[in-house]
């Protein structure tokens, strides 16, 4: 279903859009970005295991959920995460409208890109500076926002679109797992409709399908049409660390038997797919190629001790892709 | 996807099953339990609008959202919601493990089987018994006491089990959505879990896509293994009036095109699935046959005047169904 999504898309309204989808067109093995290897086989192996209706370990299409993190799984997060570009581009406009907000934080500190006063901010710091973005705007005008972001910026570095950051191996996961009956869902720490705004045509993976951090929303009506209005509340949980967990039994209903995380804040949800009973797969991408994306374990080091504590997969992006982005070739 | 998850779910641990869904072997005509007349053919031919690739109304299948109401929509809701026998059973038992509950209301008005005390309830009020009635307790426990309740007990004037209480009409419309690229939603103000236990046996409705009211989960770890248990608070909104169109927008991310509901409950869900920009179908089931049924509009007359005023489709269940439930022949 979710390639039909994918397929049938309307892109004529979706100037950015960039096919990074490589996979799905049956031409090519499974996987083909990336690498043979211990981990390119854990997952083949895995898939094997809970299709094959022979087996003991077979697993019913209703209950092959996967769950991907967004920023640094999915896509690259360095050297900031598109979200927190797009905030900035916010606030730097608010300023222009208004320009004695110069003077009052954070606008002070977006207007003069003072990089120091968001170092040592947590996500969820983050994620009260993202609701002051957005709050008591409508729903509506938020997103047409976040589309023009992604319309006329590019990433600082590669000098692409946004859209095109994805790790090809990753969209390759994402299809074969999608053509092996999975339901496949991000689950993101990012604003939910910021991750909305891409997740089909970049991932071919549809709007129902990402769980992020949401703010409050109050229904209005408007010359007599209903209206959706941002509040200036997040929805507890955030949706990191153990919310990750949380909010996936409340959008989805039950465990993933497979998920891909890079950061601690994804601890919980691996450890939340791992269950005695079935088969499952959790997965950890390790940033350790500086060449072709970006070398980091800041954020990430108490998830890999867990990963080699309890035996989940790391993937090594130096070592397992072939390739990291489409626009290397 | 749907009818893939539906038919190859795993129903051996499932004594309780009843396949009521009839439309899917595609050898009957689409709404074959619908008699003809004007309901059954604004079904088809907004189907028909919306599918039609060269039809200026055409949506694509990522935007075929549909939203059915539970209680009353999909099932019987007389003479009493089966969510609130299932409570009853489950107070009566808390008293018979502790009998001087029952000088202690709830528990009392429960064991006494005091129709009055519960007459006047609201389902905000229901819904906040159902809280003390399932609160700290593991959300496994819970899961199994539901799933108790539907094998041991059967509908109090019908004399069959639950699962057997789907109207057929509306299990074919179910079924000719899917079969039509449409992603269906159940929309209940019940409890989440409550009709997710039955979702996919009953409506071939996976279990991600009911959305209701939910209690906050919190995660714990019990011998190195996560677990859930339920809180004793409601995630605002409850899911009726407003809350439905709420939480469809922080669950899917975009509106119905097409949405059935009985009851004053469903109005703002009926009225959030308008849109001047696209073709949408808004239905409202009139509960008028009491002899196949119950003939009521208590709690429904707003709707009714709605619908009239808007132009919303009524569905007469005398009038438009054939037959009413799969056990009538």
Redesign the interface.
Known sequence: ??K??YN???RDDQPFIHDGNHASDGSEPALASWRDGPTKRAILQFVEQVTDRNSPTYV???KR?AAFDNDGTLWCEKPSYTQELFIIQHFRHCVEADPQLREVQPYKAFWENDRAYFKNLTIQELGVIIIQAVSSSL?ADYEAEIHDFFVHNQHPTYHRPFTETAYVPMLELVCYLQDN?F?VYIVTGGD??FV?SVS?IMYGI???H?IGT?VE???DVRDG??I?ARQNKI?EPFNEG?GK??NM??????RPILSVGNSDGDI?ML??TT??DHPTLPLLIQHDDDEREFAYDTGAKKAQEMARERGWHIISMKKDFQRVFAFED
């Open positions: 279903m979710n039909q999504i049938t898309h309307n019913a299409p209703a959920i729903q009956a339901q939910t409709d909305r089909e549809p709007r129902s990402v949401s929303i109050k229904l049409q209903p959706l929805i153990t967990a949380i039994h409340l959008h989805i209903g039950q919980d450890h939340f269950h005695p």
